[in-house]
Nanobody, 122 residues
């Protein structure tokens, strides 16, 4: 499985960005998808996850109400809409896939994208 993330960049606090992750999977709709992030000197942390059909989503408390995960199975793409960005959201953002269940444990995910850098200036 290959995942290609894009959409990162530099934005001022309060701004928005939309990340995209496209998969080279014929069976994309069979996979649970998630976004993680890793800030310098910190461990990788779960941001948001979405079920195979897109009906169920979960979010880290730190991003609830600001970030929205969605997916378009026909396009084999998962999105992360990020609003009201804050400097503490600065990190490399990764998309990941797993075959069974949503969850925040990165060790349970099978495939990872290369990461896209989001920098939020104050």
């Amino acid at each position: 499985v290959q995942l290609q993330a894009s959409g990162g960049g530099l934005v001022q606090a309060g701004g928005s960005l939309r990340l995209s992750c496209t998969a080279s999977l014929r069976t994309f709709s069979s996979y649970y998808m998630a976004w993680f992030r890793q800030a310098p000197g910190k461990e990788r942390e779960f941001v948001a996850g979405i079920s195979r059909g897109g009906w169920n989503t979960v979010y880290a408390d730190s991003v609830k109400g600001r970030f929205t995960i969605s997916r378009e199975n026909a396009e084999k793409t998962v999105y992360l809409q990020m609003n009201s960005l804050q400097p503490e959201d600065t990190a490399v953002y990764y998309c990941a896939s797993k075959a069974i269940g949503l969850g925040p444990n990165p060790n349970e995910y099978d495939s990872w994208g290369q990461g896209t850098l989001v920098t939020v200036s104050s």
